[in-house]
């Protein structure tokens, strides 16, 4: 993973998402939808560093912050904003189903 993707676990799941904007990539090694999302996710990351931070997760090495997430499809994508989900987007996607929720997010915040 890119140095823009900071790997997480269920240990510090928690901290990371309570303040700001961020994105949790939930995925699995052995997913292929897994591995294809990603170099897009990456791209992402590195495009809206200056606006939020992503986050990686493999669900077999943290099966209970999955399970807490209701994470049960992998690859799955959720945005939090101070600790609350606000979009979830299951399965792999072209880029643009992730950037409008980024655009939306970082219109909202720019109007506050």
Not at 14 to 30: H, K, M, P, T
Not at 36 to 62: H, K, N, T, W
Request: glycine share 4%; proline share 4%; net charge negative.
């Amino acid at each position: 993973m890119s140095e823009d993707i900071i790997l997480v676990d269920s240990y510090d799941l928690d901290v990371r998402i309570e303040n700001g904007f961020c994105a949790v990539l939930f995925y699995s090694q052995w997913c292929v939808h897994s591995r294809g999302l990603i170099p897009i996710i990456e791209e992402i990351a590195d495009e809206y560093y200056d606006y939020m931070r992503f986050y990686a997760l493999d669900v077999e090495q943290s099966p209970d912050a999955a399970s807490v997430f209701a994470v049960d499809t992998t690859p799955t994508v959720i945005f939090f904003r101070n600790g609350k989900i606000i979009e979830r987007i299951t399965g792999a996607n072209p880029p643009s189903a992730y950037t409008e929720v980024i655009e939306d997010v970082i219109a909202v915040l720019d109007s506050e």
